[in-house]
């Protein structure tokens, strides 16, 4: 997958064929407890080296995904995901147990990776790369399963032993 780097008044913007940045869910709605995908692209920073930028200069990053109450400000769990040399990313998320039937709302962002001695070998002394959010915000629908209803009956038996 190609880029391109545009340098607009000191800002970068990276414009990546097929679209840029972007994540999605799947499957979208099911039980709590359960385990879900999650997947982005395009997760690669500018280091902030100064200077003239240029693509070689891009890393990737660590993408962090959130998943919140149904209120959407309170963070129930979330996970990192490292991106590879392209940007992409994912893996399996845990959708916490005991959440009521609903949307619960999750959210994406790339960040620099923690390393200290990556920001050394880039150059960085002013703090970390620039991140991003994903637009848009995803979100999780639990639904109450269904249970299949069990009809016991008592049953009576004589039982008689020989030997």
């Known amino acids: 997958m190609g880029a391109l780097a545009l340098l607009v008044a000191g800002s970068v913007t990276v414009a990546r064929a097929g679209g840029g940045p972007s994540w999605s869910v799947s499957p979208t709605q099911g039980p709590s407890p359960n385990t879900i995908d999650v ?39 979330s996970q990192d995901y490292t991106a590879d040399a392209s940007g992409n990313w994912g893996g399996p998320f845990a959708v916490p147990g005991g959440r009521a039937a609903g949307p619960y709302p999750m959210k994406a962002h790339c960040n620099p990776a923690p390393s200290e001695e990556q920001g050394v070998a880039l150059g960085q002394t002013n703090g970390p790369p620039s991140f991003f959010q994903y637009e848009p915000d995803r979100s999780y629908t639990v639904i109450e399963e269904k249970k299949d209803s069990v009809k016991a009956e008592a049953v009576e038996a004589e039982v008689t032993l020989t030997g």
């Open 39 to 77: 997947a982005g692209t395009g997760c690669v920073l500018d280091p902030g080296a100064g200077g003239p930028v240029s693509l070689a200069a891009f890393v990737p990053g660590i993408a962090h995904v959130e998943f919140f109450a149904q209120d959407g400000t309170t963070e129930l769990t």
